[in-house]
C-alpha cells in the first residue's frame, strides 16, 4: 500500500507558477513511477506529467511542455511538479498517482495503482 498527498495548489493570476508536492508513505517509493494527472469540471483525467522511479526520464503533455517540471526526490519520498506561465486552462483538480513494473504508456491513468486525494489550482484571468 503507498499514501499520496498532495498539497502546493491554490488560486493565482495568469502568467504565475506554483510548486505542487506529493508526499509519499508506504512501501519504498524509489520503485515507483510517479505521475501527475489533472481533471478539470466535466472532463475526464488527463496526463501531466511523470517520471520513471529513478529520475532518469521525464515525460509531459504537449499542453505543458516547456511551462511545467516535475522532479522527485526519493530521500524525501516527494515527487514535484513545478508549474509556471499558468494559463486559465490549466485550472484543475491535480492529482498525483504512482504505479510499479510498467514500462512505457506514461500518460494511461488505468496504469497507476496508488492515488492521492488531489489539490485545486485555479488560475484566474
Known amino acids: 500500500q503507498v499514501q499520496l498527498v498532495e498539497s502546493g495548489g491554490g488560486l493565482v493570476q495568469a502568467g504565475a507558477s506554483l510548486r505542487l508536492s506529493c508526499a509519499a508513505s508506504?512501501?519504498?517509493?524509489?520503485?515507483?513511477?510517479m505521475g501527475w494527472f489533472r481533471q478539470a469540471p466535466g472532463k475526464e483525467r488527463e496526463f501531466v506529467a511523470a517520471v520513471t522511479w529513478s529520475g532518469g526520464r521525464t515525460y509531459y503533455a504537449d499542453s505543458v511542455k516547456g511551462r511545467f517540471t516535475i522532479s522527485r526526490d526519493n530521500a524525501k519520498n516527494t515527487v514535484y511538479l513545478q508549474m509556471s506561465s499558468l494559463k486559465p486552462e490549466d485550472t484543475a483538480v491535480y492529482y498525483c498517482?504512482?504505479?510499479?513494473?510498467?514500462?512505457?504508456?506514461?500518460?494511461?491513468?488505468?496504469?497507476?495503482?496508488?492515488w492521492g486525494q488531489g489539490t485545486q489550482v485555479t488560475v484566474s484571468s
Open positions: 508506504g512501501r519504498t517509493f524509489s520503485n515507483y513511477d
Open positions: 498517482a504512482s504505479r510499479y513494473l510498467y514500462s512505457g504508456d506514461y500518460e494511461k491513468p488505468q496504469l497507476y495503482r496508488y
